[in-house]
């Protein structure tokens, strides 16, 4: 919000001054709160934010500590591309209305919040990141939808003290249908050659940081990650708003 003061006692009267005016509402259900940029006390307990332990790889979070390194069946079956990847939250009930406000309906306020549950998410590795590249939309569905979900969170999380975003140097150049319903292989099959690199020399050697809103089968940034890495990244490794959790939508 445009504040006209800038010293921070004057600024906390502001804000309170307007807290006064506009009631704080709760980010997920618009029920009065008491601070803004929080969740009330029912969204609260019903949103699953993901921490340790956890995949170290893929970040599919587990019931019981296996100890540093345990991996989940699929990392050790077939390793993602990526190195690692963190979500703040569990994808489900509660959590879709956030996600959903943020895709669709223009509630671009969620955004600090929201990153802030992304870089304490990412805490493994955000300290090391050189760069934050959104997972890109192709640019008819940008179009259609005026702004990338994901550039608007990567550029919260740069905003709050992570490192710089390059929006546009990864980029989808075919149009793919959506994810939906398909399984694995297919997901796979769908973003096969989705994406290129506008500057390859901007990558070589960095440790990228892909940002994305929902990871469900991991097949989109996966296949992001393969082309950072031919072009010689570092790292690569993933961080999500949310992620479903297997067996669940
Ligand atoms: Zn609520
Ligand atoms: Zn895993």
Redesign the pocket.
């Known amino acids: 919000m445009l504040s006209p003061v800038s010293s921070p006692g004057l600024r906390r009267l502001w804000t309170g001054f307007l807290d006064l005016l506009l009631p704080p509402r709760c980010l997920s259900c618009g029920a009065t709160v008491a601070t803004s940029g929080t969740l009330c006390a029912t969204c609260w307990r019903g949103i699953t934010f993901l921490a340790e332990p956890c995949?170290?790889?893929?970040?599919?979070p587990f019931a019981f500590d296996v100890g540093a390194g345990g991996?989940?069946g699929?990392?050790v079956s077939a390793p993602?591309e990526f190195d690692r990847a963190r979500a703040a939250m569990r994808y489900d009930e509660a959590s879709r209305p956030l996600v959903l406000a943020l895709k669709h309906g223009d509630r671009l306020h969620l955004a600090p919040s929201l990153a802030q549950w992304m870089r304490r998410a990412g805490g493994a590795f955000m300290g090391e990141a050189d760069l934050l590249v959104p997972v890109p939309l192709h640019w008819t569905r940008l179009f259609a939808r005026r702004y990338n979900q994901a550039a608007v969170l990567a550029l919260a999380i740069a905003k709050a003290g992570g490192p710089p975003v390059s929006a546009d140097c990864l980029i989808r150049r075919r149009r793919t249908p959506p994810q939906g319903r398909k399984n694995a292989a297919a997901r796979r099959r769908n973003v096969a050659g989705a994406f290129a690199l506008r500057r390859p020399a901007e990558i070589a050697g960095k440790h990228i940081v892909l940002i994305d809103d929902v990871l469900t089968t991991g097949a989109t940034v996966a296949e992001c990650a393969r082309v950072l890495k031919r072009a010689g990244a570092a790292r690569v490794e993933v961080l999500a708003l949310a992620r479903t959790v297997r067996g669940e939508a």
């Open positions: 995949c170290a790889c893929c970040g599919y991996l989940c699929a990392c993602p």
